[in-house]
């Protein structure tokens, strides 16, 4: 696990395991209004039909290696910060804050100068690109920005 992010980047093969985790729940966050990011709580027993944020869809697509990975919080209820922290976990980072700070420090690689808000309520504009000028809209929209960071990797 990285400690020490100084000129750290995430590999393609980290970044499309988040991409297929997020591939896999599509069909579940295919209808309007499924991504809200100001939505910070999952439904765990019902996700279809559930409305969430950019973290929350993540704990979504791996809970069970959520509750394995937080049983601290199995108890409570799982939300966007556990899904938040295994996608930075799965990227080389050791929580979200950490990847956060890396998408801010290489806007070239994220592609805009937003990337320290991906999972803000105000994240929206963190994916923000040429192609999509109102940030995300959707989950296809937030996997099709994961997609680009992956071109913009060299490794």
């Known amino acids: 696990m990285q400690t020490n992010y100084t000129g ?19 069909p579940m966050a ?24 950019h973290g929350g869809w993540y704990a979504i697509a791996c809970l069970k290696e959520c509750e394995e990975k937080f049983p601290e919080v199995t108890p ?3 939300d966007f910060v556990e899904g938040a922290n295994l996608m930075a976990m799965h990227m080389g980072f050791e929580h979200s804050d950490a990847l956060e700070d890396w998408a801010a420090s290489s806007p070239k ?12 309520a105000c994240g ?9 000028p109102d940030g ?20």
């Open 8 to 26: 750290y980047m995430p590999t393609k093969a980290q970044v499309q395991t988040v991409i297929d985790n997020f591939i896999r729940i599509l």
């Open 30 to 53: 295919a209808h309007e209004g499924a991504l809200d990011m100001s939505e910070g709580s999952i439904d765990e027993k019902n996700q279809c039909g559930t409305i969430s944020c």
């Open 124 to 132: 929206v504009m963190a994916f923000f690109s040429p192609t999509r």
């Open 136 to 155: 995300a809209n959707t989950l296809a929209d937030i996997v099709e920005h994961w997609k680009e960071v992956q071109d913009r990797l060299s490794v």
């Open 76 to 78: 409570r209820f799982i």
């Open 109 to 120: 690689v994220w592609g805009n100068e937003d990337g320290h808000s991906m999972f803000s």
